[in-house]
């Protein structure tokens, strides 16, 4: 009978394999399509944008949630992390220039402005005039005295340069003021790098503010505001000296490297950033972490669904189909052996004699093709990257077929399946 039993076991082979590629299939699907939208989705969409808003500017408070984002960001994130800038910002500031100073005369004209400190600014600009502004802070006539710099535009805008001095107040009545000796004027080397986070005006050239002036204070609403750069040691000791208890703006750019995130599972990608969301939460209050890869995840996952389930269907169909050509080939076995089982009946053999011999016969057919389906199955899902439309996605390359516990479980049952069926 080895025609019969080899066509059998074909047949228990083939339907191992087709449920068995079925959960190898979609797992490679889903790894594959998240590599192809990695690295198709632009850069910037992938990055981490922490927003924190109202952090008291003091040097313990900076210095903890600093600590706070990078131990977070080297324990859940360094794979995927190509750098991080830190950008602050103070709120706005009654500004006098040359052109405009403060004056206690009702109805005089003065402008408005803030402080901004990034970390690695002097790495990523070049400096027409001047240099970059240093950590020394001194007593001026009414509160600190510290240098800053400017970018272009804002110097054309206020006519102001290298030697120039500004006067930041919060307020007409409020005594103190912090005098800002500008000794430079900064130029990006690259508008286009991800430091600027696509939009370096609104660093270098910012808008004119839409917030309303305090009660007597005139304006000229098409004025920028008088955007100060400034060292970390002078945004402390000098406007957190002036100001002791004001807030501001602190916010982190990291960079995400799409090599790195293709290696980690999407239930990996999900852990880490929520962990690092919860770290963050701790660490600052009135946090949000934004970043596309989230939204990313949630598009293939809805995908993978639908496209899952007509593969699923037909899977099912097609094992069916297997599994009644199998049973048609041991119904005309049975047959085939009648004769066989008379003789041993006629010679004292027992229903439980026979039962255990073609049991017997009928696990070594489904135990070998259980243990080789899987491997089949495996290496069939990974040839199919060279074909059609996957070797136009893998260049040629098999898919990335990851090796699991699931199609080994699956082909197991297929096994008892058709060892009850024999």
């Not at 910002?89 to 005369?105: A, D, I, Y």
């Not at 660093?203 to 098409?222: S, T, Y």
């Not at 916010?251 to 999407?266: A, I, N």
């Amino acid at each position: 009978d080895w025609k019969l039993l080899l066509s059998i076991f074909v047949g228990m082979i083939v339907a191992s394999s087709l449920l068995a590629g079925a959960p190898v299939y979609i797992r490679t699907l889903e790894r594959q399509s998240i590599d192809t939208a990695i690295e198709r989705a632009d850069q910037p969409f992938l990055n981490l944008f922490v927003f924190g808003s109202r952090l008291p500017l003091s040097r313990d408070s900076l210095n903890s949630t600093g600590a706070a984002v990078d131990s977070s960001l080297e324990g859940k994130l360094s794979d995927i992390s190509r750098g991080h800038d830190r950008y602050l910002k103070t709120s706005t500031f009654l500004v006098g220039t040359p052109r405009n100073p403060l004056s206690p005369e009702p109805g005089a004209l003065v402008s408005r402005g803030y402080f901004r400190q990034i970390s690695r600014l002097n790495d990523h600009v070049t400096w027409p005039s001047g240099r970059m502004a240093s950590d020394d802070v001194t007593l001026g006539p009414n509160g600190p005295r510290m240098e800053g710099v400017i970018s272009t535009f804002t110097a054309s805008a206020f006519d102001i340069g290298p030697g120039d001095q500004l006067v930041f107040t919060s307020s007409m009545p409020d005594p103190t003021r912090i005098t800002v000796d500008i000794v430079g004027i900064l130029d990006p080397i690259d508008k286009t790098e991800e430091f600027w986070q696509q939009s370096p005006n609104s660093f270098l050239a910012p808008l004119p503010l839409n917030e309303p002036p305090d009660p007597g204070v005139r304006i000229d609403r098409e004025d920028p505001p008088v955007a100060v750069f400034t060292s970390y040691e002078g945004m402390i000791a000098g406007v957190g000296a002036a100001y002791p208890g004001i807030l501001i703006n602190s916010d982190w750019y990291v960079l995400v490297d799409k090599q790195g995130l293709k290696g980690w599972s999407e239930q990996k990608v999900r852990d880490r950033l929520d962990g690092f969301e919860s770290d963050v939460a701790n660490s600052m209050q009135g946090t949000a972490v934004l970043t596309g890869i989230d939204k990313l995840l949630d598009d293939l996952e809805r995908r993978s669904f639908f496209s899952g389930v007509p593969l699923l269907l037909l899977l099912v169909v097609m094992v069916i189909t297997v599994l009644y050509y199998v049973s048609m080939l041991i119904s005309y076995l049975t047959l085939s052996r009648e004769y066989d089982v008379a003789l041993l009946r006629s010679r004292g053999v027992t229903t439980w004699h026979l039962v255990r011999l073609y049991a017997f016969e009928g696990l070594v057919l489904a135990f070998t093709a259980s243990v080789i389906a899987p491997f089949l199955a495996m290496s069939a899902v990974a040839a199919a990257g060279k074909l059609g439309y996957f070797g136009e996605i893998t260049g040629g390359a098999t898919l990335p077929v990851a090796f699991h516990w699931m199609p080994f479980a699956v082909a197991a049952a297929t096994g008892v399946l058709s060892l009850a069926m024999y």
